[in-house]
């Protein structure tokens, strides 16, 4: 069973519907000012399966698929038969955690919304660097075969940061810093050996 196939077909669907549904849209996006005063606690994770527009789904998806089939089969290496249900724990997670920063700072701001799967997608690229910092990522308009892993992560850390101070672009870049942090981390919360085989990894390469 491809699980992640079963969660990018559901998200598709379910941002397809609300695309035209303005109050499916309404109900699942993210909005820490109803969430604090109607306890729609849903939110946190409802969101991630809608998205802006054609080109946002699409992205976050393809990352997802690319990233998703292989991390299915290392956490079921690696966790046995919990594999795949921590898999999904994470995912779900991670798209939970990477609100928490805005839960708090935009509680009293009534305009304030967001949503899409980044913070999830985020969380599976970054546990897949983890498991495997010498693996190459592919960038749009980057020449050959992408970059390493372990040099890709930081760099988009950085560029995080950089543009979460600089604002502006109506992008969610706080959510995709802290979606990587959580994916990093929650990997070795369930198997602690997995941080110094990557330590050493690091240190091979």
Known sequence: M?????IAG????????AFSNHTLFDELIFWPYRVWRNKEWHRLVSCGFIHADLG???FNMFALYSFGSYMETAFSSIYGA???????IMYFAAIAFADIYNLFKQRDNYNYRSLGASGGVSAVIFAAILINPSMHIGIIFFPGNGIPAYIFGPLYLLYCIVMARRGGDNVGH???????????????IFAPELLPRFIEMMRSI
């Open 56 to 58: 946002h789904l699409f």
């Open 174 to 188: 706080i959510a995709h810093f802290t979606g990587s942090i959580f994916g990093f981390v929650f990997p070795i």
């Open 82 to 88: 919990k594999g795949l249900s921590l898999y999904v």
């Open 10 to 17: 559901i998200t598709a669907i379910t941002s397809f519907m």
């Open 2 to 6: 491809n699980i992640t196939l079963i």
